[in-house]
């Protein structure tokens, strides 16, 4: 049993006012045995290296050294025994040693003691359980449950004297110190959610979007935006800037522009121009980053080294494009001219040589292996996605048509199999969205078997109108359909999902889903011909046509537009400050029975107002 990572981490905020010099130098002078007075050779930067080897390498894949002790910073160099420490060793702490300058002759000096204590940090004495805890986490340390056994150990092989025991420790136990075992020792990959990663440290993977801030550029002067973890929608006017914060976010997200890069506005200034993101890891937020345009190669720079590297990533746009981002890929790229990842409608249906098969092949090519894993995913996600109307969307025979040589994916409708070049716009939507997302996740998992990394754990879907093609009894539901067949791809999977949409029923068909935790609603409004973005209350509108008079949309009727101004007039004569003459009352009842219906729920507080006229209704 092993001192487990919760336990080691408060352990290293406990030891964080130690000097380095008592952390590191002491203890490992005192396991080599250096004498006191008489001086022997001794490689002070050997004995303190080896010492940092073994205690201090905490990531195996960074040449830096984790020292939680009282200093600048926690990540140091390679060269730090033989550089910082040092220093510290031959200046600082000089006091404390018999050391000839220039030779390799060492000894403690007669009152070490004394000087060590006169520089203990605030005269605090260093915490000896939480020592202990951190240069025994690579123990067995089964048999010393108890806090005391573990301090006899350290103590022990550390050739602790009573002197120093008195003098430089606490040995306090504290009372809420509870030892947690766990059954391998404490690794980078269990500590790296607490700690700083080093500065050489790959960038972490699986980031999603945590903001976005755009000044000098798009629709306004300035823009935000901070997408929820789950579910962010985005509703608004035509013009007024959905497509274009979902271009930005890819562009936040990846570094590369999927379409045409966006360009300032024509009145910034010099220097006003930004773009500011910051990615969320499945631990932290990192820093926000702001990139100003060049104006010298007329394009926003790439964003330099990443603490955090986007998940997987599509795209899908209103014109059956798509892009997708692939970490595992662009991993070797991402800082040398990117990746191009972008389909346009033919690529995905036909293919482009060396890159995507396109949906024609591919499912063809799964159709024949019904054993494999992609067919079943994507017969899954197809019966999910189905439109209410035409009732499941069932694979087909494959079949072949003429002047085509290849064989084509069918599916099945209750008027028969179509094959699915000759399917309806909206049918053909949700057959790409289906399959890119199928055949994003396996390529993905290909590549990282194929580079002996594990999976993305987290995914970025962007949809530009939802509603696209889709008939509304579709569209009440393809949202909550889109939600749930996302663990289809893994069932692990978590994703953030970003939609634009001009649709009262896809914000309808949130209802049951949405969480306003984990969930929110972006409007695009025009106030004093200046557009803004903001966060808006999701509230359940029970009856679509309230969604249509909500401010996600701003009718102020659910009715035609002639309606509308026919009830707006009736509605003006009504009130208590108005002046008018029977003629206008039958004007506007003429205007009212032209444009409502029969039992439309206006007419009841109309009609007693028209009647006291005399104006039959």
Known sequence: MYVSPHQLVRSIHELAYVHPFH???????????????????????????????????????????????????NWVKHDYPSSGLQAINTQTFKEAFVHP???????????????????????????AIHLAIWLLRSEDVKARSDPNELLRRFFDIYKIAPDELDRLFDLTIPDDLELE??????SWASLRPHLHPPPDAPPERGGTLAYLELNGTGPSPSLSMEPAEHLTLITGDNGLGKTFILECAWWALTGEWAGTPALPRPEAKKGEESIRFSIRSQTDVSESVAIRFDWESLSWPRPRRRPTLAGLIIYARVDGSFSVWDPTKALQEIYDGGTNLTFAPKDVWDGREGVIEGMVR???????????????????????????????????DLTRIPNDPRDIPTVKHHYGDTPIVFASAGVKRILSLAYLMVWAW??????????????ETRMVVLIDEMEAHLHPRWQREVLPALASAMPKLAPELEVQLIVATHSPLILASAEPIFNSANDSLFHFDLDDDVVRLRNVPFLKRGDVSRWLTSRAFGLKHARSRQAERAIEEAKKLQSPSARFDRSAVVEVTTELKRHLAEDDVFWPRWIGFAERFDVPV
């Open 23 to 73: 952390g590191i130098t002491f203890v490992a002078c005192k396991k080599a045995g250096l004498p006191i007075g008489a001086t022997v050779q001794f490689r002070m930067d050997a004995v303190t290296k080896r010492h940092m080897d073994e205690h201090h390498r905490l990531s195996p894949e960074s040449a830096y050294y984790y020292q939680p002790f009282n200093t600048s910073r």
């Open 362 to 396: 591919d499912w063809g090519r799964w159709q024949r292996q019904p054993d494999s894993l992609a067919f079943q995913t994507f017969c899954d996600t197809l019966a999910l996605l189905s439109p209410p109307d035409l009732g499941p969307l069932v694979v087909g």
């Open 181 to 186: 075992y766990s059954l391998n020792p404490a």
């Open 442 to 455: 396996e390529e993905h998992r290909i590549s990282s078997d194929l580079s002996k990394r594990i999976p």
């Open 101 to 127: 300058p220039s030779i390799p002759l060492w000894a403690w000096a007669e009152g070490y003691v004394d000087e060590l204590y006169a520089r203990l940090s605030r005269r605090r004495k260093i915490p």
